[in-house]
């Protein structure tokens, strides 16, 4: 089969190239997809540099996001079998024509979603899921500013906060990536932040600030949120995709009243794995109703996987970038 193999850390994925690499075969427990669809993570182009914290042994196959049919089955597997067209995080391996994956992280794929869409599905909306309901515990009429509003993570967050019945405003420093948001998700607002964004979220919450803060970004915005967040706010900490990390002196939260909150959302999973599933289940049956709507913003053949990396890496993306080894 075909896959894309990271042989090295190196910049640039100098380390990772398509080859042909023999198909894998499920064990005990674990079922072998044919992949339709891989969702590229930034998780993904970090791992290739070894910036990522799960750090798989060299050499590995890159992607950790798969939509596909179960094409063969490992001894003691009967919650599924050939054909059934299935979901789920394999951690690595996703980004081939072929990939084994255990029956405890798979699930059924909606019928509501096509492959590319399941595959964009699962982590970005399971963060935003953990983030806005277990962590910030967010209620009706809170106002909930989304930067990042673009990607792949924050539009979940848009997403999942006008389901909520959040008073949602997306944040982007794209006019254009602003314009597709406020069709496809109706928010309360859209806010471009190029020259600051303070006195406009101030301005649309009456004075008072947003209640939660949802910040994939971290550096300059992180910063500048810190002073528009309400009282009894929730900052919550998703990401640093501007590539620093931020801090914040403890005064401002005392004196403001608001609460820094971290989110992980497949750490919390682990660590409360009743809960885990529970979200699991929350999210996925609310895409079986099509009540969540994953945006694919492009879909690239495996052999242009550098073109996707590129599209993710350079923010080109309002929703999630695929590739499709079926192409």
Excluded at 77 to 92: H, K, N
């Amino acid at each position: 089969m075909r896959a894309l193999v990271v042989d090295d850390l190196l910049k640039d994925y100098a380390g990772c190239s398509l080859q042909q690499v023999e198909t894998p075969r499920p064990g005990p427990g674990e079922v072998l997809m044919r992949v339709r669809a891989s969702g590229v993570n930034f998780t993904d182009l970090l791992q290739t540099r070894g910036e990522y914290q799960f750090k798989p042994p060299l050499p590995f196959i890159s992607g950790s996001e798969i939509a596909g049919e179960v094409e063969a089955v490992g001894e003691g597997v009967t919650a599924f079998a050939p054909g059934d067209a299935v979901v789920g995080p394999p951690r690595i391996g996703g980004f081939s024509e072929f990939a084994t994956a255990a029956v405890a992280d798979l699930q059924a794929k909606p019928e509501a979603l096509s492959f590319a869409q399941a595959a964009a599905f699962g982590s970005a909306y399971i963060t935003a899921y953990v983030a806005l309901v277990r962590r910030a515990r967010i209620a009706p009429g809170e106002w909930l500013l989304v930067h990042g509003a673009g990607g792949g993570v924050g539009l979940a967050a848009v997403d999942l906060g006008v389901k909520l019945g959040a008073r949602v405003i997306a944040a982007s420093s794209s006019d254009a990536k602003l314009e597709t948001i406020r069709r496809d998700y109706a928010p309360e607002a859209t806010l471009n932040i190029t020259g600051g964004f303070r006195e406009q979220v101030k301005a649309l919450t009456g004075g008072a600030g947003a209640d939660v803060i949802y910040d994939p970004v971290g550096g300059d915005v992180f910063d500048e949120s810190v002073r528009c967040i309400a009282f009894d706010g929730r900052l919550l900490v998703v990401g640093f995709t501007s590539g620093r990390i931020p801090s914040v002196s403890v005064n401002m939260p005392l004196i403001k009243g608001f609460s820094v909150v971290g989110v992980r959302a497949g750490e919390y999973g682990r660590k409360f794995p009743e809960r885990g599933l529970e979200n699991r289940r929350a999210i996925w049956s609310m895409a079986a109703q099509g009540e969540l709507r994953p945006r694919v913003d492009r879909e690239f053949p495996l052999a242009q996987w550098r073109e996707a990396f590129a599209h993710m890496d350079q923010r080109q993306v309002v929703g999630r970038t695929i590739i499709r080894p079926d192409l």
